[in-house]
């Protein structure tokens, strides 16, 4: 799996750029070249864990 993040901090600040590794020069993700889809089922699959702890942090 791919978390690509712009190279600005503006929004994410730069605390995850020890966590993943830089992409070749030339990297590209797009539609085009993705082989991994997800239909609506494995989105809400996908986003659960997520929902789960945002649900879990608002019950505080």
Request: glycine share 8%.
């Amino acid at each position: 799996m791919y978390v690509v993040q712009p190279s600005n901090a503006l929004w994410f600040g730069y605390a995850w750029e020890d966590k993943g590794k830089h992409l070749p020069d030339g990297f590209t993700y797009t539609s085009a070249n993705n082989a991994q889809w997800l239909d609506a089922e494995g989105i809400r699959e996908f986003i659960a864990p997520i929902e789960a702890e945002v649900l879990k942090g608002n019950e505080a």
